[in-house]
């Protein structure tokens, strides 16, 4: 007899594991099977078309891609069908409870949808203890986070994948849902995913993680993404504000910007949500960087256990004021060199003696850098007004080093450009004949393929390419006449196959050009120096400095009147440098275990000939006295000094009534006679140094790491080696060292309030220096003797 079969289990789409074919849907109540063509309705058991569907409460044909919605009656697509408290979206269910609210529905366009499945319906098994042979894949995001773990009969848990907590899920039948999952990592209750959270919070505009649309924050829900792997990271309003007023100080963007309608509708396309600044808002939040950034800065300038070096660069105005940039030079207590922005004050009268002391006076006070003060370099010569004025603010102030003589000095980049532009003026006839040959050839395809193919036939060697030059910037114009000389036969031939070309540079001319070229290449080798990366010492531009100084005393005395006419005017220009710079570069090239006082005695034989014993005697002296005033000078007050000397004066009150007691008149002759003795000591202390034998001459060498090395051998020397190395030779920044003219604010920010342009400009310098100003490697040099 045959065995009547079991009724049929009605589909479950989470819990179903026996395959019924699509085209065979078991009735509800009756357990017949009916055609996937033909669909019963749910209370009336007719038959309905399979492009149509009765809506559950008014039995309404509906087309099956326009499902009713429960509620509301709207319209749901085809591939969003509901199913009790569940919305699928394919063949994923996510529970009701976490659908995106209607005022925050996903358009179709940015909805994710689950990969489709194969045309399969599964249903429990009989044996619950049985495991399927074949489960659908779980499409919930959830289980990137979560494993599911056996726990006993039937009972199922989701273990954390980060933290390893477990979660109830299923026990028997019954699904706890992924509700409470989610909220577990979305929420912040995971410990490591918070942790991880934190760590990724670099920057405002990372993408939402997968998480982000189910209680990621605080806000209302949002949009659910389904991108690959990306960190969560909730929208922060604040760090928002904080990377406008960044990217406005980084980049010289105008502060008004924030209300430029273009700027404005890019914003609220971008994140609707954040409520634009105002140009007072963003202005005030310039401001809050650069306090921020200047209280790090002034930690800094107030731990630094030697001197300060300033140097000053007037920009002029289209309103006639100026505004003096200061900034500061120094070797901090792990002994790297720094350059920093540290002032741009605002001058009503830039052309007055008191401008540039006036300037000082604030930077000293705004900095609390009295007593600190090693050095000013200027960008331009001043008047002795000027300077009498500068000495007699400092001298106040602080101690003068050698009775001021190193106090002010001249910036090298700005002498160098002003004699090249000397000698461009002195042959401006030649050098104009040179720029138009240039001009003529570079304007034209057809003239430069004919000079090309000249080129080739006369088999010219010149690897060099014309360009014309940039008048503002006398290293092109320069690298023009060079390369103009090295093709001047291809130019006197030009003429017979460009009947076209005219005014060709005589054989005079390109004889004034290669003597010009001859002289300005020392000047150009001087001045890219100080293009470099890293912060040069002071010792490297005495090589520089007295090389330049005698090629150009040996070519005034030439024969030749096109060289000793042409270098006459350099030389006079240089040797006011030479006779105001001298003493400082020649002290800090002592400083240089290389070279020591043998370098200086060579050099000044060379210029000075017979009168050679004088000047190097000065620089015997000044070396000596200047290191007998750091043999008398007091410990800088540095944070951890000034703990060590209020400890001291407390001991000292405590006990000034046992001392003045049982010492009677004290211990002043014993004070006298420490420092007596001290002197004596520390004086010995430079003697032994330049008695001692000089350094190989290697190609990389760190002088400030040696003097590193060495500050426990020489502890006063050493610092004195610190504050001498730091001295800045230029002013201006490595872009503008080949600049033929002054610096100039623009008249953007001339309408600003001088607080806010200062705070834009030194704010921009810390915050693009932060790590450059790391960066510190030996100085590589070769000085042939």
């Known amino acids: 007899m045959a065995t009547p079969a079991p009724p049929a289990t009605p589909a479950n789409p989470t819990e179903n594991h ?34 149509e569907m009765i809506h559950e409460h008014n039995h309404e044909l509906v087309p099956v891609n326009e499902v009713m919605h429960e509620h509301n009656h709207e319209m749901v697509q085809e591939h969003e069908m509901t199913h009790e408290h569940h919305i699928v979206l394919g063949n994923e269910i996510v529970p009701g409870d976490e659908m995106v609210p209607d005022n925050e529905m996903i358009p179709l366009n940015e909805m994710v949808l689950a990969e489709p499945q194969p045309n399969y319906i599964e249903t429990p098994p009989n044996d619950l203890e049985t495991q399927p042979s074949k489960r659908r894949k779980k499409k919930s995001i959830v289980w990137e986070h979560f494993t599911i773990e056996n726990v006993g009969a039937g009972t199922r848990r989701a273990c954390c994948k980060q933290c390893k907590q477990s979660f109830a899920y299923s026990t028997g039948s019954k699904v706890a849902g992924t509700s409470h999952l989610k909220r577990h990592i979305a929420k912040g209750a995971c410990p490591v995913v918070l942790r991880n959270q934190q760590n990724n919070q670099s920057s405002p505009y990372n993408t939402p993680s997968k998480m982000s649309g189910y209680g990621g924050s605080n806000d209302a829900p949002k949009r659910r993404y389904r991108t690959a792997s990306s960190p969560y990271l909730a929208f922060d309003p604040d760090r928002c504000r904080q990377e406008i007023s960044r990217m406005i100080i980084m980049h010289d963007y105008p502060l008004h910007m924030v209300e430029h309608p273009g700027f404005l509708t890019f914003v609220q396309h971008l994140q609707p949500r954040f409520d634009m600044v105002s140009f007072n808002t963003v202005q005030g939040d310039c401001v809050a960087t650069y306090l921020r950034e200047k209280q790090a800065i002034q930690k800094v300038i107030g731990g630094v256990p030697g001197r300060i070096c300033l140097t000053l660069d007037m920009w002029s105005s289209c309103y006639t004021v100026g505004y003096v940039f200061i900034t500061g030079q120094y070797i901090d207590s792990e002994w790297k060199i720094h350059r920093k922005i540290l002032n741009v004050i605002m001058e009503p009268y830039p ?42 603010l400092l001298s106040v102030k602080n101690p003068l080093v050698l009775n001021g003589q190193l106090l002010v000095g001249n910036c090298l980049a700005r002498t160098l450009s002003s004699i090249a532009q000397d000698a461009f003026h002195f042959l401006h006839g030649t050098v104009k004949k040179v720029r138009d040959s240039v001009k003529y050839v570079k304007t034209s395809e057809s003239h430069e393929e004919k000079f090309i193919e000249l080129k080739q036939q006369l088999q010219v060697p010149s690897t060099k390419t014309l360009a014309l030059d940039d008048r503002t910037q006398w290293n092109t114009t320069y690298e023009m006449l060079l390369a103009a000389s090295e093709l001047k036969e291809v130019f006197s031939c030009l003429d017979t196959s460009d009947p076209d070309y005219k005014d ?28 470099a990366p890293t912060i040069p010492t002071t010792n490297t531009f005495f090589h520089e400095a007295w090389k330049i100084q005698l090629e150009l005393a040996r070519a005034t005395a030439s024969e030749d009147p096109s060289v000793s006419s042409l270098t006459k005017i350099m030389q006079e220009k240089f040797d006011k440098y030479w006779k105001t710079c001298c003493l400082m570069l020649a002290i800090a090239v002592v400083m240089d275990p290389r070279f020591k006082m043998k370098l200086v005695e060579f050099s000044f034989t060379k210029i000075y000939g017979e009168e050679a014993a ?65 002197s004596q000591q520390s004086r010995s202390e430079l003697d032994q140094y330049l008695e001692e034998s000089l350094l190989p001459r290697v190609h990389e060498f760190d002088v400030v790491g040696w003097w590193k090395l060495n500050r426990m051998k020489y502890p006063t020397l050493s610092k004195m080696a610190r504050d001498i190395l ?25 309408s600003l309030r001088p607080e806010t342009v200062e705070a834009l400009i030194c704010a921009k310098d810390w915050l693009q220096n932060a790590s450059v100003d790391t960066l510190h490697a030996p100085i590589k040099m070769e000085v042939p003797i």
């Open 351 to 392: 052309d007055s003696d008191t401008a540039f002391s006036h300037a000082v006076a604030a930077c000293l006070s705004d900095w609390s850098m009295e007593g600190k003060l090693f050095s000013v370099t200027i960008n331009h010569p001043i008047g002795d007004a000027a300077v009498d004025n500068l000495r007699t």
């Open 18 to 51: 026996e395959i019924v074919l699509k085209n065979e849907i078991i009735h509800e109540h009756s357990n017949e099977m009916v055609p996937d063509d033909e669909m019963i309705h749910e209370h009336s058991n007719e038959m309905v078309p399979e492009n």
């Open 726 to 750: 730091s001295v800045p030779v230029s002013t201006v920044t490595a872009d503008s060292v080949f600049c033929t003219v002054g610096k100039e604010m623009d008249q953007y920010r001339c």
């Open 614 to 678: 004088t000047y190097v005697k000065i620089v015997e002296e000044g070396i000596h006295e200047l290191f007998l005033e750091y043999v008398a000078l007091p410990l800088p007050l540095t944070p951890t000094y000034a703990e060590e000397a209020n400890g001291g004066a407390i001991k000292q009150e405590n006990a000034q009534d046992l001392g003045a007691s049982s010492n009677g008149a004290g211990l002043t002759d014993f004070d006298a006679y420490i420092m007596e003795t001290t």
């Open 504 to 531: 060709a540079p005589s054989v005079e001319d390109w004889k004034q050009v290669e003597i010009l070229c001859t002289y300005l290449k020392i000047l150009f080798d001087t001045a890219n120096l100080l293009t």
